[in-house]
């Protein structure tokens, strides 16, 4: 399977379509936005970022299916594929920040109830669109795993997990032993191949990254982050690397970076596309 790279935008501002193009220019294969209370509202933002660009594909990294009502979420993914000419791909998850659902007042059901509204509006898109797109299906838990395995053509992964005994919503960093677990648990599970997406939490490309990295999370040190799966630091070459021995350890091919990182990383995609893989 090739490697695909993707740029997450958080902000749309007079600069976005000149962003969407540069992030085109660099070589990023996917445009995503984010679904958060406070962010851009994803579909006339991905609507957008296919307007600015001629092959990127665009796509939501993810939107809060409890969010939506199912008719009228299909109504705008078929909008939104038809106006994206086909480049659009379909990211969705459970919902995980509890604060958002009070600003929104919309009801927090327990992730149990949340996983099955998830699944339930996949089954109802399914009902209601002639096809639907290439889906990614993002989350930690064995609940939403196991529904990913089933359904998705794309596993997203953050490499995050739930702090114990923090409101819904605050996370710690996983193990590398720790995503290598998740990643088992859909493997085991799946009975097609898969596309294993990284959104990468922070990429630090200096010669010596340490002194960002102690000064980047509360409770983590410049050790502990460089040997974080969810994190690349290092000089370019370096970070090329890294991504090749994540792909051998998690199987990992599609990585996505935040808008920060976004012209730092693409040095290190050029030089990963220029390597042969196995």
Not at 33 to 47: E, K, M, T
Not at 68 to 83: G, I, W
Not at 159 to 171: I, M, N, S, V, Y
Request: one cysteine or more; aromatic letters at 8%.
């Amino acid at each position: 399977m090739d490697y695909r790279f993707g740029v997450s935008l958080r902000a749309v501002d007079g600069q976005f379509a000149a962003k969407c193009r540069r992030a085109e220019e660099l070589g990023y294969d996917v445009i995503t936005i984010p679904d958060h209370l406070g962010a851009p509202a994803p579909f006339p933002a991905i609507v957008a970022a296919a307007a600015a660009t001629g092959r990127t594909h665009v796509g939501p990294l993810v939107l809060n299916a409890p969010f939506y009502n199912p008719a009228l979420l299909a109504r705008d993914v078929e909008s939104t594929v038809q106006l994206t000419g086909g480049r659009f791909e379909l990211g969705v998850g459970s919902g995980h920040m509890k604060r958002e659902f009070d600003d929104a007042g919309l009801p927090w059901w327990p992730a149990k109830q949340r996983i099955a509204y998830l699944e339930s509006t996949l089954t109802e898109l399914r009902e209601r669109l002639p096809e639907l797109p290439p889906l990614l299906i993002a989350g930690n838990s064995d609940g939403v795993l196991s529904l990913a395995a089933r359904q998705a053509d794309i596993i997203g992964f953050a490499g995050l997990k739930q702090a114990p005994g923090e409101p819904p919503g605050t996370f710690d960093l996983a193990t590398a032993d720790e995503l290598a677990e998740r990643v088992a648990f859909v493997r085991g599970q799946a009975e097609r191949e898969l596309e294993f997406n990284m959104l990468i939490q922070k990429v630090v490309a200096q010669e010596d990254p340490r002194a960002e990295l102690d000064s980047w999370l509360p409770g983590y040190g410049a050790d502990d982050l460089l040997a974080a799966p969810q994190i690349f630091a290092g000089p370019v070459e370096h970070i090329a690397e890294q991504v090749q021995r994540r792909r051998e350890r998690f199987g990992f091919t599609y990585y996505t970076v935040f808008e920060p990182a976004m012209e730092d990383f693409a040095p290190v995609m050029d030089l990963v596309r220029s390597r042969p893989t196995a």
